[in-house]
């Protein structure tokens, strides 16, 4: 089912992801345990999140922007989210996450302090890397653009577990395309730290399924075949968590399909 805009409609709907009134606040810890989003003070920034929560994306990114810079994380990660999961055509998911960069790097101008403001850039930056050239992105030199946003992030929050699960990824990448001798010497990449931040991603929110998703595909793409079992562990364990909200739903389903295709 398609809405008239193009955009894809949410196809997990579910009551239990509807945060009406008091609600949002009473669960805001537990679905903003990975990027610890600050709980809105603006009514309608509120019903934006409610609606990013169930599923409402496309709303969500609407009334995001009709707030300007203060309503830019939820419309960044309303539009981030939906072209990550929902979008099918490749061209448009490359411009929305380009979209998304561009409002996030106005973000980060007029509100530096905001920690989303520099991860959902890089979230941006490197889903449309892994969407286009990941070798093509390191060359261009966003590679270093994501680092700096993801060390920003974790600066100005170090409990931003998505940020810890997004390094994690970023030295699992760059030590596939480019080896560990260029990717140590150039970019900084090593096992050892993509490990620590996917632990660390873990042990800041145990109940998420992308980040064991992602420490999946890291172990694959740094051990290959010696950490496959370890790998399908942690699919398998994201398979069974239970989502909080639309996007946790998403990560599991993820998790789910890539079991069905082994």
């Given amino acids: ?9 949410f196809p997990h709907p579910d009551g239990a992801y509807d945060y009406a009134g008091a609600a949002l606040k009473k669960h805001w810890a537990r679905l903003h345990l990975g990027d610890r989003e600050p709980f809105p003070s603006e009514a309608k920034l509120a019903d934006a999140w409610r609606c990013f929560h169930r599923g409402e994306f496309e709303r969500a990114v609407e009334l995001g ?5 203060a309503g830019y994380a939820v419309a960044n990660k309303a539009q981030a989210i939906y072209a990550n999961y929902l979008e099918p055509r490749k061209a448009n998911k490359l411009k929305l996450f380009e979209e998304v960069s561009a409002r996030a790097e106005e973000a980060m101008a007029a509100l530096p302090k905001h920690a989303n403001s520099h991860y959902l850039y890089a979230y941006a930056l490197g889903r449309r890397s892994q969407g286009a050239s990941v070798a093509e992105a390191l060359a261009q030199g966003i590679g270093g653009k994501i ?3 993801l060390a920003r992030t974790l600066k100005l929050e170090p409990k931003h577990a998505e940020a810890h699960t997004a390094v994690g990824t970023y030295h699992a990448e760059i030590l596939d395309k480019v080896g560990a001798l260029l990717g140590g010497l150039t970019y900084g990449a090593s096992k050892d730290e993509a490990v620590k931040h996917y632990r660390k991603a873990l042990e800041l929110h145990p109940g998420s399924a992308i980040a064991r998703i992602e420490y999946s595909g890291g172990l694959l793409m740094m051990y290959g075949r010696s950490r496959l079992d370890e790998a399908t562990r942690l699919v398998v364990e994201a398979s069974k968590q239970e989502p909080a909200d639309a996007m946790e739903r998403l990560d599991v389903e993820l998790a789910r399909s890539k079991l069905e295709e082994d």
Wanted: net charge positive; proline share 6%.
């Fill in 1 to 9: 089912m398609a809405r008239k805009s193009g955009w894809a409609a």
């Fill in 65 to 69: 922007l009709e707030l300007g810079p």
């Fill in 147 to 149: 680092r700096d946003a």
